[in-house]
Each structure stands twice: as C-alpha cells, then as structure tokens.
C-alpha cells in the first residue's frame, strides 16, 4: 500500500488553456481596479450627474485609454502569471512584437477576438441598463430646469458587468497570444529562447 502525503503540485508548463485563462483574469482584475474605480464614479461618465460641466468628455477619454491599456498589458500579466518555455516576463517584450510581425494574421486575430469581447461589454452595459434603468428624471422638478435622479445600485450594477466582461476581453487576448507563443521556438541571434 502506497499513500502520498505530499502529492506533486501542477506545474505551469501543464496549465490548460482554461487554467491559464483564470490566472490571467484574476490578475487582470487586480490591476485594472483605476478602471474600476473610474466606471463606479457617475460624475465622470454621465454628463447629466457631471461633477462640473464638460468633464464628462474627459471621463470617457480615460475609460477608453484605460480600457486598451489594461488590454494591452495582458499578455505582460499573462506571462508573469502563467509563464511557459517562451512566454516568460522576461522575454514577452520581445516575443510579442515578433509574434505580430512574424504571424500578423494570427496576432491581428487574436486582437480582433479582444476587441469583440470589449464591444460586447458595452452591449452588455446596454442591456443592463435597459433592464435596469439607472437614471431618470425627477417628477417633482420644475419644467424649466429638469433634475435628474440617479440610482447608484443600477448604476453600479451596469458598471462593474461591463468591468467584467473588459477585463474578460484583456485576459482572453493575452492568454490567446500565449496559446500562440508556446507552440514556437524562438532565436535570439541565432541562440534558442526558452
């Protein structure tokens, strides 16, 4: 009779697709909470509950650069939380750009698959607030200055479904380039990459 008290722990070089996956989420998640914070302050993204006048514009500005910023850091997160022969922190600087200029149509369409889960939250966003409207006017405000009331827990509701399904569209691209990567070898001046 054989018993194991210490069973081997799973090794990253034996994470699955969907492993990796949740790894890269989980991170994403962690590192996006400014997008977070930004989508949870309605005075910066609504311009009827605007915090001053115009600043509403700047609002969505940052949502849309943090937004491809945390998409673009994820192949980044992804190696440093799911590494592989290939696909290290170290080496991603390097392995990314030469994936895009190496497999342009294979890059492009993993980016393709990104940019259709993030289109995706905003269609989500959509539903949730059609379903559960977070605004509306106020029936006692006079007719020539119209006061809006805004309902923080449908507001919030709607943000953090549309923060979920973005950082999904981050973790999904930079896991795919990984799927990619780790089934190449890569030369570095003639040396092989692991």
Avoid at 18 to 38: D, E, F, N, Q, T
Avoid at 41 to 50: D, E, H
Avoid at 92 to 105: S, Y
Wanted: proline share 8%; hydrophobic share 55%.
């Amino acid at each position: 009779m054989k018993i194991e008290l210490s069973p081997p722990r799973a090794t990253t070089d034996s994470l699955t697709f969907a492993g990796a996956l949740l790894r890269c989420y989980v991170a994403v998640l962690l590192v996006g909470a400014p997008l977070a914070a930004l989508m949870l302050t309605p005075g910066l993204l609504r311009s009827r509950v605007a915090l001053v006048p115009g600043i509403t514009a700047f609002g969505i500005a940052a949502f849309m650069l943090l937004s491809f910023l945390l998409i673009a850091v994820a192949p980044r997160l992804s190696a440093r939380v799911a590494p592989e022969a290939g696909w290290r922190p170290a080496l991603v600087g390097k392995v990314g750009p030469a994936l895009r200029r190496e497999l342009p149509r294979q890059w492009w369409g993993r980016a393709g698959e990104a940019l259709l889960i993030f289109i995706a939250s905003q269609l989500v966003g959509g539903f949730i607030a059609w379903l559960m409207p977070y605004i509306w006017v106020d029936p006692a405000s006079p007719e020539d200055h119209v006061v809006w009331v805004l309902h923080y827990p449908n507001y919030a509701t709607q943000a953090v479904s549309m923060y979920l399904v973005i950082c999904l569209a981050a973790a999904w691209f930079g896991t795919r380039l990984r799927q990619l990567a780790i089934g190449i070898e890569f030369v570095d001046n003639g040396q092989p990459v692991s």
